[in-house]
């Protein structure tokens, strides 16, 4: 296995000091004003439906057991076991394009959208509004959450419990950030590394003292144009890193403030990988020894370190388009698909979700 080092990037203001990351100066941050715990949905926001609608990209149980369910332009739905409820910005969300869903030690929910970040603290939503702070925060603190922001913002989001960073990536030549780094996913490893996955950029890690970047083909535009973009960063039982797609995963061999080395090697076979069409996938988890990974039109794929199924998934005929995979406190899974709502998991098949 040939080892590489990536790129690392500096402060440049700082020339003396060992903060290895580039970043801009504008920073914003918001004072926290919803410190109240998630005791379960009180009387407030939301309406009865009886159905979530077609473009489902996130799914969260929450601490009391509620699902919820992030739609691409239609909001968030919370199911209880007996009924539905639908959350749009008429309740109070500052978008109803669902991006992710994340809580808290205390029970309020975050849900992260292209026009902010709006938190749930059980009885009404608000909205963290940025403001302008004089210097950049790149930190990581056990207790962090991350937001991927909007696309074409150049930015990341960590909120620490108290106030919400804004954080700029910066390309080695300033000036030169485009789409490519905007970021479609974020993973903390077992190690507390975080990193970020982008359109065709590579991907990003902060290690707490430094902010390294990995750049390879398979990780950006591909030869025949097509963007695939990073959108699920996760470790194996093994320890390899796994950046989207099947063809290579990563080996970290060295990650400090002076720079950040990998090895790069196929785990699956090849004779595996040609049964798909793309190999990249939209999101994975692990179960046990098992990858499980939502491959679009292919279904879902599993892989058990030695063999890859795919399982597509149709109904009357069409095919069914998932993009997210979830485990839930049970052990149960559940898909959010592009084209037809929340599939979960009967026995060793997928089912259409019906409340």
């Not at 975050?110 to 938190?119: A, K, L, M």
């Not at 797609?245 to 790069?264: G, P």
């Amino acid at each position: 296995m040939n080892i590489k080092r990536c790129q690392q990037f500096r402060n440049r203001n700082s020339p003396n000091r060992f903060l290895l990351i580039a970043v801009c100066s504008i920073v914003f941050c918001i004072q926290r004003t919803h410190t109240q715990p998630l005791f379960g949905i009180l009387s407030g926001p939301g309406t009865v439906v009886s159905s979530v609608e077609n473009n489902i990209h996130a799914i969260y149980q929450d601490s009391q057991g509620n699902h919820w369910f992030g739609s691409a332009t239609n909001g968030a739905y919370r199911f209880d076991g007996a009924s539905l409820l639908r959350f749009t910005v008429s309740d109070g969300l500052v978008s109803d394009r669902i991006g992710g869903i994340q809580e808290d030690a205390l029970g309020n929910l975050y849900f992260d959208t292209p026009s902010g970040v709006s938190v749930f603290n059980g009885k009404r939503f608000t909205t963290l509004v940025p403001v302008r702070s004089p210097a950049n925060q790149w930190k990581k603190r056990s207790g962090d959450l991350w937001f991927k922001g909007a696309a074409g913002t150049n930015a990341v989001f960590r909120y620490d419990g108290t106030t919400l960073y804004r954080l700029e990536f910066s390309d080695l030549r300033p000036g030169t950030y485009t789409n490519a780094h905007a970021v479609y996913c974020i993973f903390k490893d077992p190690k507390g590394n975080i990193w970020f996955g982008t359109e065709s950029g590579g991907v990003f890690c902060y290690n707490g003292t430094a902010l390294h970047r990995i750049v390879e083909e398979e990780l950006g535009q591909l030869k025949d144009g097509r963007v695939p973009g990073i959108r699920s960063i996760l470790t194996d039982n093994d320890g390899y890193l796994w950046f989207s797609n099947i063809q290579y995963q990563y080996r970290i061999t060295k990650n400090d403030k002076t720079s950040l080395e990998y090895a790069r090697v196929q785990r699956v076979p090849t004779s595996e990988r040609q049964q798909t069409t793309l190999p990249y996938y939209t999101s994975a988890i692990t179960v046990s020894n098992t990858l499980w990974m939502t491959a679009y039109n292919e279904g879902v794929w599993r892989f058990d370190g030695r063999t890859l199924t795919v399982q597509p998934i149709s109904k009357n005929g069409r095919k069914i388009q998932p993009m997210s995979i979830y485990r839930d406190r049970s052990g149960v899974l559940w898909l959010g698909t592009d084209n037809d709502g929340v599939y979960v998991m009967k026995g060793k098949s997928f089912v259409k979700f019906n409340p």
